[in-house]
């Protein structure tokens, strides 16, 4: 079985450009998340979806970031303009429901120069 | 603010020693505290996890250890070997609520 894919691993852009990442979840996952690590501190949560709708976004830091998840599958965050505090790793993660084992993706580094 | 506070930042034992990495928590909402273990390049992997309703669980060599009245909880790793070596996370979620509150990890070196 294929675990969460994430792509791209690394992305390194210059302030005020956009970048999209990816997520492909577990095949059958309805509950998909979208995490960020700045460097050395918390993995902090962004938002979470239930197949296509936005169950909770609350993590989101500003409206620079938009998320999709188109027809409950594969997810998108786009980062748009980019800023320098946007540098991190940007983690994925899908389950099946509610306490349910999380998995991870391995990953997108972003750094925003 | 941060809702899940684990130290140490890091940690370094030789082989066999007992690290143990702690954390705090202050909503008494959480429900379920798991552990994750997470290996250069690779996203973090569950490793153990507890349910407030119990005091300690074990799995092979890790042991969570949870004490509700003080809202912390820890995690032992026996007899630790090098391939331990990982950034470990402890972490807490909301009953019905489908979202995970991470610490800021911790990175362990064990030493051959």
Redesign the interface.
């Known amino acids: 079985e294929a675990g969460v894919t994430q792509f791209p691993s690394h992305s390194v852009i210059e302030k005020g450009q956009t970048v999209t990442l990816r997520c492909d979840p577990i095949s059958g996952h309805d509950n998909l998340y979208w995490y960020r690590r700045v460097m050395g501190k918390e993995i902090k949560f962004l938002l979470h979806f239930v197949k296509e709708s936005k169950q909770d976004e609350s993590g989101m830091p500003n409206n620079r970031f938009l998320a999709e998840r188109t027809g409950g599958t594969y997810s998108t965050l786009k980062v748009q303009p980019a800023e320098l505090e946007d540098s991190g790793v940007y983690f994925c993660a899908s389950s099946q429901g509610v306490h349910e084992k999380l998995f991870f993706g391995s990953g997108t580094q972003l750094s925003v120069l | 603010q941060?809702q899940?506070k684990?130290s140490p930042?890091s940690l370094i034992v030789q082989k066999g020693g007992i690290p143990i990495i702690n954390c705090a928590y202050e909503n008494t909402a959480f429900d379920?505290f798991?552990w994750?273990q997470q290996f250069p390049?690779?996203?973090?992997?569950?490793l153990i996890a507890i349910r407030p309703d119990v005091s300690e669980k074990k799995e092979g060599r890790f042991t969570i250890s949870f004490n509700k009245s003080a809202k912390q909880f820890s995690l032992h790793i026996m007899d630790s070997q090098p391939g331990d070596s990982a950034t470990y996370?402890c972490?807490a979620?909301r009953k019905?609520?489908?979202?995970?509150?991470?610490?800021?990890?911790t990175r362990l070196t064990v030493k051959p």
């Open positions: 941060q899940v684990q930042q379920y798991p994750y390049g690779k996203g973090p992997a569950l996370f972490a979620e019905n609520n489908n979202d995970m509150r991470f610490g800021a990890g």
